[in-house]
């Protein structure tokens, strides 16, 4: 990246566009940053993938997640929580060994946890996305640079949300963690100013309605 993109964020595309530049044009994460982060959703499968994924990142780059993301799913049956229920010692033995993961003991097992909490949420709230999106930001889009994002870590949203997941039980959802999982799912909108994704993005947010 280079001092320019460092100082403003944003970085020149192969379109020619301007983008956040977090994703330094590598395919991957370009293809990740246009197509995905930010977008809202209340699909429960992939807002559960989501959290696990951002647990998983915690102490690494999420570049090394999304390369790792189709062998992860594989490895936690596509991240639908019922089969996960399945998976016992044995599972996390084979897991832990299995180079084409993140061979972490504590977020594998952390995963099979919180597929139980996932469900017993569904239970209480109607479902996962019913319960994440209460805890969206009230107030309007407001103006966002580099300055201000890079040293955003939490937010009071994201801290309230962590304290309730672990109230109930959950691990690896610290608030930064929550947070990094509340920008990804579109429940902050945090494409900075000139980025080409801000407001369209911004547009499908308007438009989406949070599960009651």
Known sequence: MDEEARASGLIVGPDGQARCAWHGNDPLYLAYHDEEWGRPTADDR??????CLEGFQAGLSWLTILRKRENLRRAFAN????????????????????????????????????????????????????????????????????????????????????????????????????YAFMQAVGIVNDHIEGCCRREPVEALRRAFVPPA
């Open 46 to 51: 992939y807002l559960f993938e989501k959290l």
């Open 79 to 178: 991240f639908e929580p019922p089969a996960l229920l399945a998976f016992g010692a044995a599972d996390v033995e084979r897991l832990v060994n299995d180079a084409g993961i993140v061979r972490h003991r504590g977020k594998i097992e952390s995963v099979l946890n919180n597929a139980r909490r996932a469900l017993a949420l569904v239970e209480e709230a109607g479902s996962l996305a019913a319960f994440v999106w209460r805890f969206a930001p009230s107030s309007r889009l407001q103006r966002l640079d580099w300055a201000t994002l890079k040293t955003r870590t939490r937010t009071p949203e994201s801290t309230m949300l962590s304290r309730e997941l672990r109230r109930r039980g959950w691990s690896f959802v610290g608030p930064t963690t929550v």
